[in-house]
T-cell receptor, first 109, second 116 residues
């Protein structure tokens, strides 16, 4: 059974701080990694894709991948109240996309 | 606004009704997906179509019947649903899976389904 693990939270950070979201996965054959943001009652929205080890930055978001440790993370710099949402880690290998249960982030103004 | 359009946004139906959910995308994707999502849970894969052919059915009850009329459209036909089927139904699309890197799935806004 392919598994993706996330801390369910809630993770509370003050406005302007860095939020760090973590994800581990069990399938060593995984090659594609995604972060989705989901507001309550809404659909998942793609935030980042990462495929190779290292960091990938897009605006205030940085995704980090370490395949040896089977670990992927998302950093959100200068967190805003509008970042308050559930963040889903999703991993793809040769099987269908597997989602983690999500981490609920709360940014306190 | 998303590039994957789902209709209707909300649907309330009785257990004896027949209804259909619709999904349309114009991103040139040849893989389309149906997911079911309950509150505070991640999306749960139901069906995958690749090049308009059903490639994955995750042991979904037969009261859910998918259909892919062409590369842009995906339907989910509903019949004799149960109250536990109340959920957010999400459609997604992507380039088909291959060996190695896979492009991300893009989700529609979903249909909120309530079974009375």
């Amino acid at each position: 059974q392919k598994e993706v693990e996330q801390n369910s939270g809630p993770l509370s950070v003050p406005e302007g701080a860095i939020a760090s979201l973590n994800c581990t996965y069990s399938d060593r054959g995984s090659q594609s990694f995604f972060w989705y943001r989901q507001y309550s009652g809404k659909s998942p929205e793609l935030i980042m894709s990462i495929y190779s080890n290292g960091d990938k930055e897009d605006g205030r978001f940085t995704a980090q991948l370490n395949k040896a440790s089977q670990y992927v993370s998302l950093l959100i710099r200068d967190s805003q109240p509008s970042d308050s949402a559930t963040y889903l880690c999703a991993v793809k290998g040769n099987t269908p996309l597997v989602f983690g249960k999500g981490t609920r982030l709360s940014v306190i103004a | 606004d998303t590039e994957v359009t789902q209709t209707p946004k909300h649907l309330v139906m009785g257990m004896t009704n027949k209804k259909s959910l619709k999904c349309e995308q114009h991103m040139g994707h040849r893989a389309m997906y149906w997911y079911k999502q309950k509150a505070k849970k991640p999306p749960e894969l139901m069906f995958v179509y690749s090049y308009e052919k059903l490639s994955i059915n995750e042991s979904v009850p037969s009261r859910f019947s998918p259909e892919c009329p062409n590369s842009s459209l995906l339907n989910l036909h509903l019949h004799a649903l149960q109250p536990e089927d109340s959920a957010l139904y999400l459609c997604a699309s992507s380039h088909p899976s291959g060996i190695g890197i896979n492009q991300p799935q893009h989700f529609g806004d979903g249909t909120r389904l309530s079974i009375l």
